[in-house]
């Protein structure tokens, strides 16, 4: 059992910047990959950032690459996405989760309750 659980989350203007954390507990030592995903109002959810907890492999989806970068902190067992030059579409909930990957897809594993992220012009 795997919980994670998101913050950082808030209200932004274009152009600022935000850095979600999520912190991990419980069993996390067969863990393989985590991710960050987002969905916005009316839309499917989408895959943002994954990275590959031993290999430290990342991807990035095409609309957030160069502004946004994953990153974990295996001492305090949290990811974090550090996002920057938002944009208004960013605007969405954003979820952690960990699992089994391949690129941006992952599945099998736990998400979090997620976090708003609102971005405004």
């Known amino acids: 059992q795997v919980q994670l659980v998101e913050s950082g989350g808030g209200s932004v203007q274009a152009g600022g910047s935000l850095r979600l954390s999520c912190a991990a507990s419980g069993d996390t030592y067969s863990t393989t990959c985590m991710g960050w995903f987002r969905q916005a109002p009316g839309q499917e959810r989408e895959g943002v950032a994954t990275i590959y907890t031993r290999l430290r492999e990342t991807y990035y989806a095409d609309s957030v690459k160069g502004r946004f970068t994953i990153s974990q902190d295996n001492a305090k067992n949290t990811m974090y996405l550090q996002m920057n030059s938002l944009k208004v579409d960013d605007t969405a909930m954003y979820y952690c989760?960990?699992?089994?990957?391949?690129?941006?897809?992952?599945?099998?594993?736990?998400w979090g309750q997620g976090t708003q992220v609102t971005v405004s012009s």
């Open positions: 989760a960990t699992g089994t990957c391949s690129g941006l897809a992952l599945w099998g594993g736990y």
